[in-house]
Structure formats: C-alpha cells, structure tokens
C-alpha cells in the first residue's frame, strides 16, 4: 500500500534561486549543480529541483514551473509490483533504475511508485498551558532559532476533472476520500497514511489563488512540530527577503491544519503546516462550501472573507451508514 509521499520533481526556471529559497525554507540540502539540486527531509523523503526544459522531467498534462511528477511511496515491494500490473492494464508504465515506476495518472499528472521506507521522526510539541489548565510548571516553551520541516505532507494540483482524478486514485491506487471542497476539488487519503490528505485535486478553472484553468501545480505542504516553529519559518522566510503571504497566518476548517502559504520561485507555493486532523476508514467524508471551508481564522483577512461566510456543510451522503460507497458521484456536483 501507499504511505506517502516519497519524492517532489520540480521543473524550476532559476535552480540556483529556488535552491537557495528551500534552504532557507529550512529543508536539509544535499547535493547541488549548475542544473539540478537535491534535498532530504529527516523522514527520507525528497524534493528534486531540475529545470524546467531538463530531458529528465517526464511528459504530463502539467504545465509551468512547479512539482512535475510525484513519486508515491509503497511499504514494501510487493504492493508496487501488484499496483504497477494493474496500471499496466491500460497504460504505459516505465521503470528506471532505481525501481521507480513511472506512469501518468488520469487528470494528466505525471506520478511514481517505489518502495519507501520512512525513517523514523520525532515529533514533541510543548504542552499548551490554559488558565487553570496546567500542562507546562516551571517550564519554558521550546527557544527556536529555525524552522526545520521534517515530512511532506501533501500536494495540490490543477486538473481538468477533478472527479475522475481522484476516482483514479480510488479505484486504482487505494486512496480513500477525505473531504469534498463542492464544486472545487476533493481531499484524498493514501490508505497507509493517517494525515487529513497527502494530495488536493482542484479544478483547474475554480476561482482560486494560482490557477487559471490550465492543468498545473499549486502548491505543498511541509510538517513542522507546532505553531511556533510555523512562526519562526515565516519570521526567518521575510528576514532572508522573501515575499510574504498574502493571507498571512491561519487555521484551515477543512482538515483544522494550521498552515501560511509562501510565494515560492520554483513555482506555486510552498506551505508551512502542523497540527492536522488525523483520519482512519471510520471518518466520513463531507462536504464543504469554499468559503466556509478555507479557515476557521486569518491573521490577514482577504476581501471574499469580510463577510463571515455562512456554516455550509454536510455529511457526503454516500459515506452515511447503509449508503452504498462509491468513491465520487455526479451529486458532488450541487
Ligand atoms: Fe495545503
């Protein structure tokens, strides 16, 4: 089975300037050229910068700068073998040296699978002290300097069809539907993986920040321990000059994840987040309105938030005790 995301492939217009951005983004660099750089976060998984015109970045629906393939980790070498002999079936499957399996998925994105071991990383947030409610006595919170994510936590991508994106990823791969964002894209879950969602399939036309209705990458998520190793990211990004966020701060409805968008040269965004809901197959999905959806609060509030949006959600009817379950249907579509 799936458990995550094992490795990011950016096509990038300046390797050197989104080299030096991920950096200072606080991701551990290990190797670096004129052409190529190479970075390994503490749970063993990787972002690759190559740029844009490499011979190396494969061919996909995926357009611009940005993620241009994503590489699924398996828990062992048998899953990859099963679920490569089921793309087989109907499309091309390429495996390169290191065992990675490359095909494209349906919605145009250019995707991998290899076997993944996760090393092992610890995460120890300080308790949070309320009045009358102590957790921390005579301690202090932890003193940061940097902010260093650990893990990737997803990505989110432009599609064409969002739906029968993600019914792929169902049917074929052993995801699992998370959340419906109505009419804007679906949250889906890698069956070894408890995290909120490892990857957001947004149509590509939605009114949202960074799409335009062509197929493309908009942004990911990288893990760090708490709200204030979030902070001190952000604190360090606009020390090193980097542009701020245009919504700053803020607590996500859909998922509870904390996260602050950055501007990122290698294209899209890159994301800072912690503290996500956690699901397993009890969890049933629902569905969001997008305003509603998008925070529980902003310390930057944008003008199609000034009005506080209505409470908007329901259970997915499909996912209700005694409903049949199939993966999405026609009625996401209010
Ligand atoms: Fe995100």
């Known amino acids: 089975m799936i458990i995550g995301i094992e490795r990011l492939i ?8 989104s080299t030096r951005y991920f950096a200072d983004f606080g991701l551990p660099l290990v190797e670096q050229a004129d052409d190529s750089s190479l970075f390994i976060l503490p749970e063993g998984s990787r972002i690759e910068l190559l740029r844009l015109d490499s011979p190396r970045l494969p061919k996909s629906d995926l357009i611009g700068q940005g993620v241009r393939e994503l590489v699924w980790g398996c828990n062992s070498q048998q899953s990859v073998d099963a679920l490569v002999a089921n793309l087989k079936t109907d499309r091309e499957v390429r495996v390169d040296e290191r065992g990675v ?27 949070v002290n309320a009045p009358f409610n102590t957790q921390r006595l005579n301690q202090t919170r932890k003193w940061r300097r940097r902010c260093f994510p650990k893990n990737i936590q997803h990505v989110v991508f432009g599609v064409k069809d969002h739906e029968a994106a993600g019914r792929f990823l169902c ?59 979030l902070m001190i990211g952000i604190n360090y990004m606009e020390r090193c000059g980097w542009p701020k966020s245009s919504v700053g701060l803020g607590r996500h409805r859909l998922s509870s994840g904390l996260f602050c968008y950055l501007p990122c040269p290698a294209g899209g965004q890159a994301e800072y987040g912690t503290d996500f809901d956690a699901l397993d197959d009890n969890w049933i999905p629902r569905i969001y309105e997008i305003k ?15 009005d ?5 959600w329901c259970y997915h009817p499909d996912y209700l005790p005694g409903a049949s379950k199939p993966v999405t249907r026609s009625a996401l579509k209010k």
């Open 101 to 127: 399996a490359h095909f494209v998925a349906d919605g145009g994105v250019a995707m991998g699978l290899v076997q993944f071991t996760r090393a092992p990383v610890v995460f120890a947030p300080d308790p």
């Open 171 to 229: 049917k074929r791969l052993g995801f699992r539907l998370s959340d419906v964002m109505r009419d804007y894209g679906v949250f889906l879950r890698c069956e070894g993986n408890n995290d909120h969602h490892q990857i957001f399939y947004a149509e590509a036309d939605a009114k949202l920040e960074g799409l335009d209705g062509q197929p493309r990458f908009h942004h990911a998520n990288f893990g760090v321990e708490d709200l204030d190793e």
């Open 292 to 306: 509603f959806s998008f925070s529980v609060w902003l310390s930057v509030l944008p003008p199609f938030l000034m």
């Open 308 to 312: 506080e949006p209505a409470w908007d």
């Open 10 to 17: 950016y096509g990038v217009e300046n390797v050197a300037e």
